[in-house]
């Protein structure tokens, strides 16, 4: 086996993976075969972004049928670039699973948590990895229905109702973009993605495209929890194990991101999507509403856990604006946001979670005196916290940075404002927090120390280092991400 | 180690202390600004380090000059302090203190708006701790107060660079208007950078963080304090502002209203603090003049300032340190019990009163001639109303009623040795430049061809004014026309934000009520509508964050998907 | 519903022929219409009339869950090993040629495995499906 | 006893004057015990206006704290 075959590696990998999980039965076995794949995985993943970096585009045809017949997996930066993320975050939250899950997952059951983890993994790389459209739905459902279970697998009896919901409005979500692709499929008779990039642009007129757009865009929007289409998110991350919100915040929603990325700029092309379609007022605003409902939601939530789900909200609501100005340079500031905000969401949710083991809880009050408990955790908190509002120093203020510079060029002013209105919010809820943890004193008296294991801090630490490291090191993200959005503007790959 | 950015050390240095046990790192946070120091007197002047992050230039490390001196006061000022904070054993202080200190000092020498900014929010969140450690819910609230004004300089900060950069296209950090123009024509990016420094060198009525903060920070705290964050906007202005006219008048303002609100203050701290504020109005001034000679001289004042405004508030540390309290009210007498507090107090009094032979006269008569040079009358007028001002304030009132005046009763210890020798290196310091002022001006960054000595008819003069002062303070005393120390606040500024503010808010709603009987329950509802309907829709339980039944949750699909159809088909 | 004789009858008789009908659409998919998938279902389809009408707990003494669960496992490594072993014989992942001396009979033998790896799966899916669905009330 | 050192010191100030040169750029600067008289004015004018200044904005101690 070869370098041309690390496209399939990628997926495969976990996908066989996954049922040996099932057949292991135990559950130590079973995090170990997990975390092997997907530290191989991760190394897959930079192996395919070093090639294609170097190289440009790589292809790769299933059982040699070429495209457009064939299935293809085609890797470019922009998507190698969310294979990075996506296997390193898996990485990284596996890392913590060992000691982690088992607090929440019966010992019975947690063969079959690292299954659906594993498939979940499979269905988010398979979905970024794949150039045709109808294999894109499939890891979209693979992906779907392993998060489903995954959420409802806690020991929180509200993660049922969560995941039910999940589920009714992850399956419209995926409907809808099996019509599209339908829809798509009967007018140009291809799936292929960079097949249909091609024929798109002679039908722009015809209705039935324009249809196919709204469905995908309502669509992909379900799943990235667009607002108003976010309302699933917010329980589905508080009633969900720690470990599967953190993976899933820090993945799902970005790989959904990139999805919309991939068909807004890439196969409808931005000239159809900006120029005769109105999707740039439509985003403009429901990104805004979403920064701003989201970060206000955020302040009031007594619960920690649902205040990321909603932050997570009005943080997709950034990406959204980046996309909307149509330029690279805006999407630039999404791809980094995309990675950084994976970084710090990561972070703050397995932080999150260490606390919750050893204080009883995620509710807001729980944290009471955290900062004399657990002083490196309560710090990686605030670490992750301050790259959440975009303090300078972290990747959070990368990422506005570049969101910033993109909407001045455009000279949207009332963006702007947005921007920093969302920002301040943004400090109210995490300053709600680090006031708990550092200004109020416990309501249990025995202040002793409860400092969470070391081999649960090194992975919290693991990202909280690369938020400040990606803060001051932006060579390498800004500068893959915006080749990538050079690539998806059509310049050269 | 010189391609080390200055400023560094103490930031990493802080960051390594907890490590240490807690008896050493006192210890360890004296000897980071020696190490610090060390390593200025390597840096060579004109070194740079460029670096380029996401296609922007930027210039981390730029040394000139006039970052130099600054640097060489910094660094002085924090070993001062540091030696006067041996006792303590607190990690949180000593780690704020140093991290704060290499912020400041990192911010002086960044080539670069972003490496400015980043400094300057560091400074901010740094600074912060030294009032919080104080531990007490007063102390909090100030400190949650300063913060928020801190940072919000900051953001102002960082919203000009935006603009700016977006106007001129360059992020390095130089004079920002040019010679020919003036604030008033300048972008809005000139005037939020400008604004945000005024925040921070607490111009007139945004002065008053300083007066509502400092006074509540620990009593090694609020010596670090005064050295470091006006100073840095002074930096700033001195860089980015110099010759800019509206500072005249702006500075002058400040050397005098502060001088009033110091006359009737009882917490002697506070006192201290309109005294800075007072002094920095010099500074401003002489950056607004421009020439040479003034911005020698506002400078030249920021370095001596520092050291007798750290002496000033080191004594009153020990004060408090010693008495447990700091109101001239019931102060009085303490010479017996302190002496070398007191000598060392008057010192530092003398100094700022700009007594000849002691350093504020070696500064203050920099400024003071190139007003006169360019021919400023009325600031020459307003100048001279305020240093007798500061002779009230800072050079008489400050040790009378703390170490003479009425006998208060209170017999103490002698401030610790740490604390004096701390005091008696800042004192020495003092004397010293006011008798070779050549060793100071040799650091400026313009060429110096003044001697304060040459005239004496000048040290004359001033002694005249001082004096005469004084005796007008004597007088007013035996009149018994001098108002009494009170137990009792005065409003400043702050009472905006912190009554007025919230006053309005509930006198709407309660005088709406009074209106009329009948629709008392209604209006007060009016009144409280805004809250309640924010809650309403993003409280815990509010429309926004409730957990939707699915069905409305598909309505919401149905109704995108129809909007985005009807959307696409127009 | 097993008390009803004519159910119980008829049902016995036709579980052969639905299982019988199930191989054959999983064995002739390669030719005629069928495939995995379909067979799988109906595969199922068996098992399901007879717990419907003789009850979950008999479907369980046939098939432990134990075993379903295996299936669906072994069921889904047939295909994807299949695939490895492709790679591992220097094609992409699932080309066949690469399983035979000649295209023709690699293609053969590849669609027949894989085939049978998905009516593996799917078959042992749907049982599954049933069971916890169905078995709620016992 | 202090007071009348300081007194007599400020006299021995201005008779001074008389005798060393002194360079001044404004006119009004020049003349015979500006600085003196000035400095007495400021100094007495800065404490009445203070003190007057007290009636407006002097709180309780606890102001703030309700």
């Known amino acids: 086996m070869t370098l041309a075959q690390l496209p399939a590696l990628q997926v495969i990998l976990p996908l066989i993976a996954a049922p040996l999980c099932l057949l292991l039965r135990s559950g130590r076995l079973a995090w170990l075969l997990s975390i092997l794949v997907s530290a191989t995985a991760l190394i897959i993943a930079v192996l395919l972004l070093r090639l294609v970096l170097e190289n440009g585009t790589v292809i790769y045809t299933y059982g040699g049928w070429a495209a457009p017949w064939g299935i293809e997996y085609r890797v470019d930066i922009a998507n190698a670039f969310v294979l990075a993320i996506v296997t390193s975050i898996s990485t990284v939250v596996l890392l913590f699973s060992r000691v982690g899950a088992s607090w929440e997952i019966k010992s019975s059951e947690q063969s079959l948590f690292y299954t659906a983890y594993l498939l979940c993994l499979t269905g988010l790389l398979g979905m970024t990895v794949t150039g045709d459209a109808f294999n894109l739905f499939v890891f979209l459902e693979i992906s779907s229905l392993s998060s489903y279970v995954l959420i409802a697998m806690g020991p929180d009896r509200r993660g049922l109702t969560a995941a039910y919901q999940y589920l009714i409005m992850g399956t419209i979500g995926a409907t809808f973009i099996l019509i599209a692709v339908g829809l798509l499929y009967m007018v140009t008779g291809t799936l292929n993605m960079a097949d249909l990039a091609n024929l798109l642009p002679a039908l722009e007129q015809s209705r039935t495209v324009r249809v196919a757009f709204a469905f995908l865009t309502v669509g992909i929007g379900l799943k990235l929890a667009m607002f108003p289409l976010h309302l699933w998110l917010p329980n589905a991350y508080a009633y969900a194990p720690h470990v599967v919100s953190a993976f899933l915040a820090a993945t799902a929603t970005k790989v959904a991101v990139y999805v919309l990325v991939r068909f807004i700029y890439d196969v409808f092309g931005s000239s159809f999507a900006f120029d005769s379609m109105p999707l740039q007022s439509i985003l403009v605003v429901l990104g805004a509403a979403a920064v701003l409902s989201g970060s206000t939601v955020a302040i009031f939530q007594h619960n920690i856990k649902r205040m990321l789900g909603y932050s997570s909200v009005a943080q997709i609501g950034y990406m959204i604006l980046g996309i909307s100005l149509a330029s690279v340079s805006g999407l630039t500031a999404t791809l980094v946001h995309l990675l950084n905000h994976a970084l710090m969401k990561g972070g703050l949710f397995l932080a999150l979670a260490c606390m919750a083991f050893q204080l009883g809880g995620t509710r807001l009050v729980d944290l009471a005196g955290a900062g004399r408990r657990m002083p490196w955790t309560s710090a990686a908190f605030v670490v992750g916290g301050l790259s959440l509002i975009g303090v300078p120093l972290t990747a959070g203020f990368v990422s506005k940075w570049l969101l910033v510079v993109a909407v001045l060029e455009a000279g949207w002013w009332p963006v702007l404002i947005v921007i920093a209105v969302g920002s301040l919010l943004a400090v109210a809820y995490i300053w709600r927090v680090i006031e708990m943890i550092y200004f109020r004193s416990a309501t249990n008296p025995d202040e002793h120390s409860e400092e969470t294991h070391w081999s649960l801090l090194a992975p919290v630490w693991l990202l909280i280092v690369a938020n400040v490291y990606f803060g001051l090191h932006t060579q390498w993200s800004v500068g893959v991400a915006q080749r990538a959005a050079q690539m998806l503007f059509g310049g050269p790959g | ?570 | 519903m097993k008390d009803i004789p004519v159910l119980r009858v008829v049902t016995k008789i036709t579980i052969p022929i639905i299982l019988l009908f199930a191989m054959y659409v999983q064995f002739h998919g390669d030719y005629g219409p069928g495939g995995g998938f379909q067979a799988g279902v109906i595969f199922a389809a068996a098992f399901i009339l007879y717990g419907l009408v003789f009850g979950t707990s008999a479907v369980r003494q046939v098939v432990s869950p134990g075993i379903l669960r295996l299936l669906t496992a072994l069921g889904l490594l047939l295909f994807a090993g299949v695939g490895i072993l492709t790679m591992l014989l220097g094609g992409d992942y699932l080309d066949y040629n690469t399983l035979g001396q000649d295209p023709l009979h690699g293609q053969h033998l590849g669609i027949f495995l894989v085939e049978l790896g998905v009516g593996i799966t799917v078959a042992a899916v749907m049982i599954i499906f049933f069971l916890a669905f169905a078995g709620r009330r016992d | 006893m202090i007071f009348r050192l300081l007194l007599a010191l400020c006299i021995l100030l201005v008779v001074l004057e008389l005798v060393v040169h002194r360079h001044s750029t404004f006119p009004w600067e020049g003349w015979l015990g500006f600085y003196a008289v000035w400095g007495f004015i400021s100094l007495f004018g800065v404490v009445i206006i203070g003190k007057q200044l007290r009636r407006f904005i002097k709180r309780r101690e606890d102001y703030y704290d309700e």
């Open chain 2, 1 to 570: 180690m010189s391609s080390l950015p200055p400023g560094l050390i103490l930031i990493l240095g802080g960051l390594v202390l907890p490590v240490l046990p807690r008896s050493v790192q006192a210890k360890g946070a004296l000897v980071l600004p020696v190490l610090g120091l060390l390593q200025l007197l390597f840096l060579s002047e004109g070194m740079s380090v460029d670096v380029e992050i996401a296609g922007y230039s930027l210039l981390p490390v730029r040394v000139d000059k006039l970052s130099l001196v600054f640097g060489y006061i910094f660094y002085i000022a924090a070993f001062l302090a540091a030696l006067y904070a041996l006792h303590v054993r607190d990690t949180t202080q000593h780690v704020a203190a140093m991290m704060y200190v290499g912020s400041a000092i990192g911010a002086v020498f960044a080539g670069d708006l972003i490496t400015l900014f980043v400094y300057w929010e560091i400074t901010a969140l740094t600074s912060v701790f030294l009032i919080w450690a104080n531990r007490s819910e007063r102390a909090y609230r100030a400190g949650l107060r300063y913060l928020v004004i801190q940072i919000g300089s900051g953001v102002l900060l960082l919203s000009g660079i935006l603009f700016y950069f977006h106007e001129s296209g360059s992020l390095l950090f130089t004079q920002l208007i040019g010679p020919g123009e003036s604030l008033v024509t300048a972008g809005p990016g000139v005037w939020l950078i400008f604004l945000a420094f005024g925040i921070k060198c607490a111009f007139p009525l945004l002065h008053n963080w300083l007066q509502d903060a400092y006074p509540q920070a620990t009593i090694t705290g609020a010596v670090f304090l005064s050295a470091f964050t006006t100073k840095l906007a002074v930096y700033a202005l001195a860089r980015g502002f110099p010759g800019t006219e509206a500072l005249i008048g702006i500075g002058v303002v400040m050397t005098l209203f502060p001088i009033f609100f110091a006359v009737i203050e009882n917490d002697l701290r506070k006192v201290l603090c309109y005294s800075l504020n007072n002094q920095l109005g010099f500074m401003v001034v002489g950056i607004g003049i421009g020439t040479e000679l003034a911005l020698n001289g506002a400078i030249a004042h920021a370095f001596v300032h520092i050291l007798y405004k750290a002496l000033l508030f080191m004594s009153m540390g020990a004060v408090l340190y010693r008495t447990g309290t700091i109101r001239a009210s019931e102060l009085g007498g303490l010479y017996r019990s302190m002496p070398w507090t007191a000598a060392f107090c008057i010192v530092g009094a003398m100094s700022i009163s700009a007594f000849p032979l002691f350093s504020g006269f070696v500064a203050k008569s920099l400024t003071m001639s190139a007003v006169i040079e360019g021919y400023y009358v009325l600031t020459f007028i307003g100048l001279l109303v305020a240093s007798a001002g500061v002779m009230e304030h800072s050079g008489i009132k400050i040790p009378y009623f703390a170490f003479f005046g009425r006998d208060s009763g209170i017999r103490c210890r002698e401030a610790p040795i740490h604390m004096c020798l701390a005091m008696g290196i800042a004192a020495v310091l003092c004397i010293g430049i006011g008798c070779f002022p050549d060793l100071l001006y040799a650091l400026l960054p313009y060429p110096v061809d003044y001697e304060p000595y040459a005239d004496f008819g000048h040290s004359l003069t001033q002694f005249q004014l001082l004096l005469f002062a004084a005796l007008a303070f004597a007088v007013l005393l035996r009149m018994g026309l001098y108002p009494p120390e009170q137990n009792a606040i005065n409003l400043d500024t702050d009472w905006f934000y912190r009554r007025l503010a919230p006053n309005v808010i509930h006198s709407i709603t309660n005088n709406l009520a009074n209106v009329t009987d009948r629709l008392t329950a209604t209006t007060r509802l009016a009144g409280r509508t805004l809250m309640r309907s924010v809650i309403r829709h993003y409280g815990p339980e509010g429309t926004l964050a409730r957990t939707w039944p699915t069905g409305s949750m598909v309505l919401w699909i149905a109704v995108l998907l129809a909007a985005s159809l009807v959307l696409y088909f127009v």
